[in-house]
């Protein structure tokens, strides 16, 4: 069961959690243009329930998370891979498009952000490990990516999701293994 709000873009992934799991509660952030409002609200319910961000894995909503990110610390927040998020189409990339099955997988998998965090893991490490500085470190990356259920990402961008998800450089060398 899921306590917490979610923090969904558009209506339509509000529906299609609701088709899940009903009677969750959502905030819709009626996409990037996210108001001072909206931002507001969910910082107050963050302090008094919880929040669990569930984005869509496209440039907007990692603006959308930035934005919520530079308010509050300590937020849960579930990961869609890209590939399970394109429309039949193809055209579009949301949580509307995922399959339950990686809905529920995705919200079963949370991470715990914290912005206040020291940086624990260096890029001199990522590259002693082969993830980034070499040939064919885009590859172990992505495998990394999906194997800890994180976007697939840059290194620069991977350096900082692992610190902030607080992912140790020992849990990443036994998923590479």
Not at 42 to 47: G, K, L, P
Not at 68 to 91: E, T
Not at 98 to 117: C, G, P, S, T, Y
Not at 119 to 144: E, G, P, Y
């Amino acid at each position: 069961m899921i306590n917490e709000v979610i923090i969904v873009e558009g209506i339509h992934d509000q529906q299609k959690l609701n088709s899940i799991y009903p009677g969750i509660e959502c905030i819709v952030t009626n996409g990037s243009e996210i108001s001072e409002a909206t931002l507001n609200l969910i910082a107050q319910i963050h302090n008094s329930r919880g929040v669990i961000l569930f984005l869509d894995p496209d440039f907007p909503g990692k603006q959308i998370t930035n934005k919520i990110l530079d308010r509050i610390n300590d937020v849960k927040i579930a990961f869609l891979i890209k590939q399970k998020a394109i429309s039949k189409n193809h055209r579009k990339v949301g949580v509307e498009h995922a399959q339950e099955a990686d809905i529920r997988e995705a919200l079963d998998h949370l991470f715990v952000i914290n912005n206040r965090q020291e940086i624990k893991i260096t890029m001199t490490d990522l590259a002693n490990i082969k993830l980034v500085n070499c040939q064919s470190a885009f590859v172990r990356r992505k495998f990394v990516c999906e194997a800890l259920m994180i976007p697939v990402c840059n290194g620069k961008t991977f350096l900082r999701y692992i610190n902030m998800l607080d992912i140790s450089l020992s849990r990443i060398v036994e998923v590479m293994s």
